[in-house]
């Protein structure tokens, strides 16, 4: 079994910055890629970016100017930082981690879930 946490969001003005991170554990050995995803009240949930286990990234174009992701593996943990936030940020943000070749911006393809991380920006 895989567990994840997430952790870091929180209440900023717009043009601020944060930095969330995800820490997984239990069985990681199988898992090919985590991500992260958001999803706004009355939305569906979004992908914002992932990173595979041999390092290769990528971030959806409505962010990729301004956010990061990156990971340590030493200390199990990915990190997505997140710059000059502007009010269409906020959503509760979710790190999730999967198994195999399937798509990997596709949230029903992941099979675990942190509880999220609530990220909201004031104009």
């Known amino acids: 079994q895989v567990q994840l946490a997430e952790s870091g969001g929180g209440r900023v003005q717009a043009g601020n910055s944060l930095t969330l991170s995800c820490i997984i554990t239990?069985?990681?050995?199988?898992?090919?890629?985590m991500g992260w995803f958001r999803q706004a009240p009355g939305k569906e949930r979004e992908f914002v970016a992932r990173?595979?286990?041999?390092?290769?990234?990528y971030v959806a174009d409505s962010v990729k100017d301004r956010f990061t992701i990156s990971r340590d593996n030493a200390k199990n943990t990915m990190y997505l930082q997140m710059n000059n936030l502007q009010p269409e940020d906020t959503a509760i943000y979710y790190c999730g981690a999967k198994r195999g070749i399937s798509s990997s911006i596709a949230p029903e393809n992941y099979s675990y879930w942190g509880q999220g991380t609530q990220v909201t920006v004031s104009s």
């Open positions: 239990g069985r990681t050995d199988d898992i090919s890629a």
């Open positions: 990173i595979t286990n041999s390092g290769h990234i």
